[in-house]
DNA sequence: TCGAACTTGCAACGGGGTTGCAGAATATTT
DNA sequence: AAATATTCTGCAACCCCGTTGCAAGTTCGA
């Protein structure tokens, strides 16, 4: 309850109801949602609109990052503490074609690759789809 | 010209012109493309719906696959054949920030994870983002 | 408690992607 | 070469995703 004010002050947020909501589902459902799941789970008491922006500061914030999918776009809490300035990610993501959840391994780092000369590479997305122990 | 009949041919696909100038476009272009560039360049010969819907049929034929990115699905020709039953792909995706564009790192394999017990991986996505040699 | 700054809801919009259907094109058979 | 079955295309319509502008409401610091 206060911690959601709390990590909302650290990023220099403004507590809101919305912005509690949507945080403590994150918190709550532990995996990547889109916005359609918050929708689903706060779009009678939010607009559809405001679920947006929310998801949109939370993302330049720092709190929440993306998840890349085949199927639209997710998002999932950040874990170690990112900022407005850096976004820094490096862990997988586990799509199950079973449940349909994704989930960040947090602690499965990517490997390292040796890429050719001349490229630069800055952010890595690595997205493994199977089926999770829970399904199995 | 003949190639991209054999091509139709060999995954039980009719021969239009459609079909041909997408995927002549595919191997012109050797990037990944979107929808939206498939417009772009073939907009004016035909409709919307058809473009998507050649997509869709080049996908579950084997003939391209598809790259995930942050901002939108994009595809990209399978070079080894892959087909109906079967698509098989581990290689790098890399998409520059600079220019835009996303390619294929045919030769660059995904590394192998150690996943948790439990877990059954059946497909992988690597996509690195930054700064490819041409934009250096 | 007041005001400046920020956030929300509403309306509207553009784009992405799908479906149904009728007409057109392709392949096949004779 | 013509007829037929099959498949493909274009059009219209639709729904979902995500964004923007603006007016009204809320938060927070002075």
């Known amino acids: 309850m206060d911690q959601l004010r709390e990590t909302l002050k650290v990023h220099h947020l403004r507590t809101t109801t919305c912005r509690e909501d949507v945080l403590?589902?994150?918190?709550?459902?532990?995996?990547?949602?889109?916005?359609?799941?918050?929708?689903g789970e706060l779009g009678e008491n939010y607009d559809r609109?405001?679920?947006?922006?929310?998801?949109k500061t939370f993302l330049e914030?720092?709190?929440?990052?993306?998840?890349?999918?085949?199927?639209?776009?997710?998002y999932a809490l950040c874990s170690h503490s990112c900022s407005e300035e850096k976004h820094q990610h490096d862990h997988?993501?586990?799509?199950?074609?079973?449940?349909?959840?994704?989930?960040?391994?947090?602690?499965?780092?990517?490997?390292?690759?040796?890429?050719?000369?001349?490229y630069h590479p800055e952010h890595f997305n690595l997205l493994i789809q199977g089926v999770c122990p829970k399904c199995n």
């Open 24 to 39: 403590s589902t994150f918190i709550n459902r532990k995996n990547a949602l889109s916005h359609g799941d918050l929708e």
């Open 49 to 55: 609109v405001t679920i947006y922006r929310t998801l």
């Open 61 to 74: 914030k720092g709190i929440i990052h993306k998840v890349l999918d085949d199927e639209g776009l997710r």
């Open 92 to 118: 997988i993501h586990f799509k199950c074609s079973a449940c349909g959840e994704t989930n960040c391994l947090e602690n499965l780092h990517i490997p390292a690759v040796q890429l050719p000369e001349g």
